[in-house]
């Protein structure tokens, strides 16, 4: 993400609202701009528009961090999220076990899985994914068992983490909500980090999927470091400096 959209953020964050002029001046540059950056960051879901300016987002609450329901999630950047649920989609081979995240970029993961595949087992801890893969008859569905919680359709402790430590996966793709060279991945919510980073012990490889919109952004719960991801598949959209900066640590990214 660009400096000057996290300037942004930041001041958002620390104000609560903001106007075009306001941003106009703090940053130097010309109310066109401010209000094209103020478009991304709605594209993104990041922010409210407002008249004259932005607020925070209209957004959820669980267990003390603000979050977005699914169906809020996959109406933000669709046309990325489906490119790079299409490029990971296109990994599986027949025969292997794949651990599939929750999330709206791993529902497109799900709606992208060739019918033509043989001997595949998904295991997930997303129902929504589960009932898109219903239609696959040449697929077995694992649903990890847990407690629902209702914002992702998906199932964390207790009790979400039994099945997971007897199953091993060959591939494992995973949602975030951020990835930086600083932080490796992270991920808002406490109780769905805690079933990542049991997926990532697992796998033997490890893709995580992440729209342009995450890279460089810190999120409060750890995941995973970045020596242990396979590749980050992301969007054409990315900024190159990030691209950069986290090739220059070792990641191997693809951007689709």
Known sequence: METR??????????????????????????????????????????IHR??????????????????????????????????????????????????????????????????????????TNSLNIALELEALPNLTIIVTG???????????????????????????FLGCNGVSVQAGVTNRNLPEAEIKRQMVTNSREVYVLADHSKLGVTSSAAIAPLDRVTRLITDRAANPQEIGCLEAAGLDVLCV
Do not use: C, Y
């Open 146 to 172: 847990g407690t629902l919680r209702r914002l992702q359709h998906s199932l964390v402790n207790p009790l979400g983490l039994e099945l997971l430590r007897d199953v091993h996966a060959d591939r494992l």
């Open 5 to 46: 959209l996290k300037v942004i953020l930041s001041e958002i964050e620390r104000r609560d609202s903001v106007t075009v002029n306001e941003l106009s001046n703090l940053l130097g540059v010309s109310a066109v701009t401010i209000r094209s950056d103020l478009e991304e960051l709605s594209r993104m879901g990041r």
């Open 50 to 123: 407002t008249r004259g300016g932005a607020t925070r987002p209209l957004l959820e609450r669980f267990d003390g961090n603000f979050e977005l329901p699914l169906e809020e999630t996959r109406r933000q950047l669709p046309r990325e999220k489906r490119r790079i649920g299409q490029a990971a989609a296109a990994l599986i081979q027949d025969g292997e076990t794949v651990f599939l995240d929750v999330g709206s970029t791993a529902t497109e993961v799900a709606r992208h899985i060739s019918p033509a595949l043989q001997g595949v087992t998904v295991v």
